[in-house]
């Protein structure tokens, strides 16, 4: 995944033009968790939060980090913080800004720090629904080296489009498991590529029995 | 004391509580006996309410963080000072209005905010298309095949697309009905079991990273 290689490229490019970087984990809470899918890209994304702010405390680049849930900011702020601390910066304080769980105050808001502040890295990661085109709209405006993803597929198009670097539903998951390093962490990512696998080859199979009039492995797998 | 102090300061026991209890919910969803699904029940409450806790959380440290900034007179101050003036408007409202009825609460809401939303939303709305044109560029090969699927889906719903060329709604709805719900389809499962996978490591302590 190209994106994983693009952070300490896009935490250059900011220490060179002396810019901050924009980061939004969109506008889904750390309590949803509706079919597992709502709160897990939010906590993904702010473990990129961390890495991101990991890698730039060295050459002290500045992440201006934004949220749309109130619940998500003394969390983000803890992350940055412990992420910082272990680069050996504890000096540097977080800057993670609530706007609004209002989604056109939340684009505005978001619209305004783009442009004002003249990023040079937009990091748009997590559950991001309609707000990404505007997001990417205001990343490509100030020339900004954009990296994005969203576990909404019906968003995906914008990222794929608008930014450098994409990812594409669970790779934002694995995306925040590789960045850690942890072999752990990383072996749980390759496990759940041969869960994939088995469930596909259960697809498949089930598909051919279906076809051939035996639907008893769906019948088995709905109870 | 201290020692009490010393051991809630510690990262472990938020863990070991984490393990327990989300170890307990998998338990309880696959072997559903009456006394799991009885303790299960009152766990449940119990998120509800540290839900709300985790919101009045979010509200306080948003408060401090903003009067902070006030205090030190920093860059946006004023914004912030407006920001806690409308929180507090909001609250005593709220607290005045009570379960009375519907005003002054509604009244508030309905004559301040939603007129600031709607305009709000008029001037996204206008934006939303120059943005559309602006993002919507050939800048690879797959942004050139989301755009060919795009004309294809756009004229299949446009009544001009059919009177053009009668294969345009058939190519359209093959797009939205094989490739596109195929794709979708695999995305879903795929994020879900990275959703699973995800909490799997946080209820096991393998991701110490959010905490």
């Known amino acids: 995944m190209g994106a994983i290689s693009a952070l300490p490229e896009l935490v250059g490019r900011a220490a060179e033009m002396g810019r901050p970087i924009h980061f939004t984990s969109g506008r889904v809470g750390m309590t949803s968790f509706s079919a597992g899918t709502s709160a897990a890209p939010t906590i993904a994304a702010l473990l990129v939060l961390g890495e991101l702010s990991k890698i730039g405390a060295e050459p002290g680049v500045s992440i201006i980090a934004t949220t749309g849930e109130a619940e998500v900011l003394p969390v983000a702020e ?146 | 004391m201290s020692v009490l102090m010393s051991v809630l300061k510690k990262k472990e026991l938020p863990f070991v509580i984490l393990t327990i209890v989300g170890l307990f919910f998998i338990l309880a969803y696959y072997f559903p006996l009456p006394l799991l699904a009885s303790v299960e029940k009152e766990l449940r409450g119990w998120v509800i309410i540290m839900g709300i806790f985790l919101n009045l959380l979010g509200v306080v440290s948003l408060t401090i963080k903003e009067y902070g900034i006030i205090r030190k007179r920093l860059a946006g101050w004023e914004s912030s000072a407006w920001f806690l003036v409308v929180l507090i408007i909001t609250v005593v409202v709220f607290f005045y209005a009570g379960s009375s009825g519907k005003d002054p609460f509604y009244t508030y809401f309905d004559t301040l905010f939603t007129p600031l939303d709607t305009g709000m939303y008029s001037l996204l709305t206008f934006m939303v298309i120059a943005a559309f044109f602006r993002v919507f560029r050939v800048r690879s090969w797959e942004s050139f095949l989301l755009v060919a699927s795009l004309v294809f889906v756009m004229l299949m719903n446009a009544p001009v697309g059919e009177a053009m060329w009668s294969g345009f709604p058939a190519i359209g709805q093959w797009i939205t009905t094989v490739p596109a719900m195929g794709a979708s389809r695999a995305s879903e499962i795929c994020i879900a079991l990275g959703g699973i996978i995800l909490m799997m490591r946080i209820i096991l302590g393998l991701e110490k990273r959010i905490m």
């Open chain 1, 78 to 223: 803890e992350i940055v913080i412990s992420a910082v601390t272990a680069a050996g910066h504890p000096e540097m304080k977080p800057d993670v800004r609530f706007l609004s769980n209002q989604l056109r105050s939340y684009i505005s808001g978001c619209m305004g720090i783009i442009s004002r502040e003249k990023v040079a890295g937009n990091v748009v990661i997590g559950m991001i629904g309609m707000e990404s085109l505007y997001l990417l709209d205001a990343g490509l405006d100030v020339g900004a080296m954009q990296i994005g993803g969203s576990a909404s597929d019906s968003n995906a198009p914008w990222f794929v489009c608008a930014a450098d670097y994409f990812l594409i539903g669970e790779e934002i998951i694995a995306t925040a498991a590789y960045l850690g390093g942890d072999p752990t962490v990383v072996g749980s990512v390759a496990g759940e590529d041969v869960v994939k696998i088995i469930i596909m080859a259960i697809m498949m199979v089930g598909s051919i029995l279906v076809t051939a009039g035996m639907p008893w492995l769906t019948e088995l797998l709905k109870n």
